[in-house]
């Protein structure tokens, strides 16, 4: 139900767009996420955005990432730019509270220094 893609490797200070597609009726109703994990931690919220696009990040992210959606297309973006190190994680899309299940497969972002 939920595919996440657009992960890679990128220098410090590049760009990458991330894209969630999901079912119709998961995209319609929910408030959608973008969360992040790295080995050893929980995962965490990156970013969330509203069925209307009202917008919500984490700090660490503020002014670098911006987050999006497609509700024609049931696609969910995010546009990470000025990428740091420690933006390296796998990248995960779900609703914000997080209850779809299971877990997309997520897609790995690597950010060399």
């Known amino acids: 139900q939920l595919v996440e893609s657009g992960g890679g490797l990128v220098q410090a200070g590049g760009s990458l767009s991330l894209s969630c597609a999901a079912s119709?009726?998961?995209?319609?109703?929910?408030?959608m996420a973008w969360y992040r994990q790295t080995p050893g931690k929980q995962r965490e919220l990156v970013a969330s955005?509203?069925?209307?696009?009202?917008?919500n990040y984490v700090d660490s992210v503020k002014g670098r990432f911006t987050i999006s959606r497609d509700n024609v297309k049931n696609t969910m973006y995010l546009q990470m730019n000025s990428l740091k190190p420690e933006d390296t994680a796998v990248y995960y899309c779900?609703?914000?509270?997080?209850?779809?299940?299971?877990w997309g497969q997520g897609t790995q972002v690597t950010v060399s220094s």
């Open positions: 779900n609703s914000y509270p997080a209850t779809i299940s299971p």
């Open positions: 119709k009726n998961i995209f319609n109703i929910y408030r």
């Open positions: 955005i509203t069925s209307g696009g009202n917008t």
